[in-house]
């Protein structure tokens, strides 16, 4: 397997995609809800989970892909060559802000994590990583993450974990966002894992992502330093729904054992 060869080709399939994006807005866009009225698809996001899996099927028959709007492969293992891809990560973002979405792809080799992307298609900021390579946004390379104290950790989480909510016990995450020095959300998985490899914000904190919504984000946050975890402290198992956090080291440690509590 000619690794280098994978990323060049994966390279430049994100940027002709993210260029049909941007050229999307000048074209109908239909909004559909999938699972709940506020889980918003549109035929963009088909559109461009359909153009990678017909170039990847073309030039890489034996390879199999995780696309979210599943028109990829019904994958069980995690054998083999996978390509885990969210077409249009935020996609509420994309309907309502058109900023603030990005492709994420993460290609992994039985099960571990070889090539990473996520492109931030608005601001065309390019973030790439090759396991053992190091990161990089754009051109730049990404310095590895130092050691942050919570009292000034900016926490990327999404309002829903603070409020009551099925998942979590919510008053240890009130005493979390009282404890750091702010926090954020931004809407979009992917960019927030992007965000904590660029040292941007120092952790985020989601109680069900999929396969998709990391799977890219984790290669390149891991080659700064970051840690990825379920909320067990295990890696990811990449095959269903789980609870994801991203950090800077120790505080990753700090948050999970002290704040983080799972309703069964
Ligand atoms: P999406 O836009 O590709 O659906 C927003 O909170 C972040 O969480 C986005 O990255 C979004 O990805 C993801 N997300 C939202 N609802 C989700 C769900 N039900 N399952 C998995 N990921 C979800
Ligand atoms: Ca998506």
């Not at 807005?25 to 698809?41: M, R, T």
């Not at 058109?98 to 090539?115: E, H, P, Q, T, W």
């Not at 809407?187 to 927030?192: P, Q, T, V, Y």
Request: hydrophobic share 40%; aromatic share 10%; glycine share 8%.
């Amino acid at each position: 397997m000619n690794l280098g060869h994978m990323d060049r080709y994966a390279k430049s399939l994100m940027k002709e995609a993210g260029h049909k994006i941007r050229i999307s807005f000048f074209k109908q866009i239909d909004i559909d809800s999938k699972a709940d009225a506020n889980d918003l698809v549109t035929n963009i996001d088909r559109e461009v989970e359909q153009f990678f899996i017909s170039r990847i099927q073309r030039d890489f028959p034996e390879h199999k892909i995780l696309g979210e709007e599943g028109f990829g492969d019904d994958i069980q293992t995690l054998d083999g060559v996978i390509w885990m891809l969210d077409p249009i990560d935020g996609t509420m973002n994309f309907v309502h802000q058109k900023r603030n979405f990005a492709i994420s792809l993460g290609i992994y080799v039985d099960g571990v994590g070889m090539l990473g992307y996520i492109y931030d298609v608005m601001r065309e900021d390019f973030y790439s990583a090759a396991k053992g390579e190091g990161a990089y946004l754009n051109d730049e390379r990404l310095p590895q993450l130092e050691i942050t104290p919570l009292e000034q950790a900016v926490i990327g989480i999404s309002a829903s974990w603070i409020a009551p909510n099925r998942f979590v016990d919510n008053e240890k995450m009130i005493e979390l966002v009282q404890r750091c020095r702010g926090t954020r959300s931004y809407g979009s998985a992917a960019i927030e894992l992007a965000y904590v490899a660029a040292g941007r914000i120092d952790a985020y904190i989601s109680m069900r992502l999929s396969p998709w919504d990391i799977a890219g984000g984790m290669v390149i946050a891991q080659e700064v330093g970051a840690v990825t975890t379920n909320m067990k402290g295990q890696a990811p198992h990449l095959l269903g729904q789980e609870p994801f956090i991203v950090a800077r080291p120790g505080l990753h440690h700090d948050i999970l054992t002290n704040y983080i509590r799972l309703k069964e």
